[in-house]
């Protein structure tokens, strides 16, 4: 029973790694899809994390009774042979596109500290490649280390921010809309993440109890945490001129506690390179027989040289279209379970 919970737990710190990336431990995310909207973001919030709690668990559900491999094999349950082809093509640019631009994240952040660009993108790629090596067992162990870490801390600048601020701010720009749709496509946003990671774990699954223990922990972390940012951003008096909303919430004379929040950051970036990484791994290793470490290898030396180049275009071209494809493969995984055929 407590070998069950422990690998439950592990799979929802996985799930938590996997969406917790850089947009949304900055809080950056969390304003521009909630906050910005008002009281009712705790609303938004809610709606998110249940779609979240039931997009997790139905992956990992589909990925353990069909002991699938990789994303692509999902992608043949819930669309068929024929449009699995043309999504499986979009969602593998949309993962190299995502770890190239979170490697180039990895050198901006070591040129804010002063250090050189190819050095961060130089020790991020060596950080992927020792968790690949070992698998998915690497990523879930990783996950299940950096996870309980930044969420203390998050949690923790988010409660001194609030014990010392006790009034909501205002206005927010979005107060006048709905919150619903923002929250949806919110959750849309991070789905292909998740396909990428929770569809690799099947065959680690042992019991329906570890997938319905894991979607619980994630839906409790991670409500957790968005709330906390939430709430905290609630409370910043023009919290929108905020690049990065998380740095609004520390006092400018603790540069210790600055650095911290900066090497969270960093984490976040690295957690996201990882887990998109991780799912191009294994979508290549089912038609190359080679190891995980020579494929991941393989991968970060192709992409390293393309963390050099200006993708501003890429993403605005590419983005949108991404959008259109996790909406569509959201709505179709949510109601995938009440469908009496496939």
Same mark, same amino acid.
């Given at each position: 029973?407590?070998?069950?919970?422990?690998?439950?737990?592990?799979?929802?710190?996985?799930?938590?790694?996997? %969406?917790?990336?850089?947009?949304?431990?900055?809080?950056?995310?969390?304003?521009?899809?909630?906050?910005?909207?008002?009281?009712?973001? &705790?609303?938004?919030? @809610?709606?998110?994390?249940?779609?979240?709690?039931?997009?997790?668990?139905?992956? /990992?559900?589909?990925?353990?009774?069909?002991?699938?491999? +990789?994303? =692509?094999?999902?992608?043949?349950?819930?669309?068929?042979?024929?449009?699995?082809?043309?999504?499986?093509? /979009?969602?593998? @640019?949309?993962?190299?596109?995502?770890?190239?631009?979170?490697?180039?994240?990895? *050198?901006?952040?070591?040129?804010?500290?002063?250090?050189?660009?190819?050095?961060?993108?130089?020790?991020?790629?060596?950080?992927?490649?020792?968790?690949?090596?070992?698998?998915?067992?690497?990523?879930?162990?990783?996950?299940? &280390?950096?996870?309980?870490?930044?969420?203390?801390?998050?949690?923790?600048? *988010?409660?001194?921010?609030?014990?010392? +601020?006790?009034?909501?701010?205002?206005?927010?720009?979005?107060?006048?809309?709905?919150?619903?749709?923002?929250?949806?496509? =919110?959750?849309?946003?991070?789905?292909?993440?998740?396909?990428?990671?929770?569809?690799?774990?099947?065959?680690?699954?042992?019991?329906?109890?570890?997938?319905?223990?894991?979607?619980?922990?994630?839906?409790?972390?991670?409500?957790?945490?968005?709330?906390?940012? +939430?709430?905290?951003?609630?409370?910043?008096?023009?919290?929108?001129?905020?690049?990065?909303?998380?740095?609004?919430?520390?006092?400018?004379?603790?540069?210790?506690?600055?650095?911290?929040?900066?090497?969270?950051?960093? @984490?976040?970036?690295?957690?996201?390179?990882?887990?998109?990484?991780?799912?191009?791994?294994?979508?290549?290793?089912?038609?190359? +027989?080679?190891? %995980?470490?020579?494929?991941?290898?393989?991968?970060?030396?192709?992409?390293?040289?393309?963390?050099?180049?200006?993708?501003?275009?890429?993403?605005?071209?590419?983005?949108?279209?991404?959008?259109?494809?996790?909406?569509?493969?959201?709505?179709?995984?949510?109601?995938?379970?009440?469908?009496?055929?496939?």
């Amino acid at each position: 029973m407590q070998k069950k919970m422990w690998n439950g737990l592990k799979i929802g710190l996985t799930i938590m790694g996997t %969406t917790i990336g850089a947009g949304f431990a900055s809080g950056r995310e969390i304003w521009e899809f909630f906050t910005s909207y008002g009281r009712q973001s &705790i609303f938004g919030l @809610l709606i998110a994390l249940i779609l979240f709690s039931l997009s997790s668990i139905f992956i /990992l559900w589909m990925s353990w009774l069909h002991q699938t491999e +990789n994303y =692509y094999d999902i992608l043949v349950l819930l669309l068929g042979n024929t449009l699995s082809r043309l999504f499986d093509t /979009l969602i593998f @640019l949309y993962l190299v596109s995502g770890s190239i631009i979170m490697l180039a994240g990895s *050198g901006a952040t070591f040129v804010q500290w002063n250090l050189p660009f190819i050095l961060g993108v130089g020790i991020v790629s060596i950080a992927i490649w020792l968790v690949l090596i070992k698998g998915v067992r690497g990523l879930i162990n990783l996950n299940s &280390i950096l996870m309980p870490i930044k969420t203390v801390i998050i949690l923790a600048i *988010g409660l001194l921010y609030i014990s010392r +601020n006790h009034s909501l701010s205002g206005p927010f720009t979005r107060h006048y809309l709905e919150v619903w749709p923002s929250a949806i496509t =919110y959750v849309a946003f991070n789905m292909i993440s998740l396909l990428g990671v929770l569809s690799t774990m099947g065959k680690r699954i042992e019991t329906k109890g570890e997938i319905i223990f894991g979607g619980i922990t994630s839906i409790i972390g991670l409500g957790l945490v968005g709330m906390m940012i +939430n709430l905290s951003l609630l409370r910043v008096p023009h919290v929108d001129q905020y690049e990065i909303p998380l740095f609004s919430l520390i006092p400018t004379n603790q540069p210790i506690l600055l650095l911290i929040v900066s090497v969270i950051l960093w @984490l976040a970036i690295y957690t996201t390179a990882l887990s998109n990484i991780h799912a191009l791994v294994y979508r290549i290793q089912n038609k190359i +027989n080679l190891s %995980t470490g020579k494929i991941s290898l393989g991968i970060i030396l192709f992409i390293i040289p393309f963390t050099f180049i200006g993708f501003a275009n890429l993403v605005k071209v590419l983005y949108p279209l991404y959008g259109v494809l996790n909406l569509y493969v959201l709505s179709i995984l949510i109601l995938y379970p009440f469908q009496k055929t496939r």
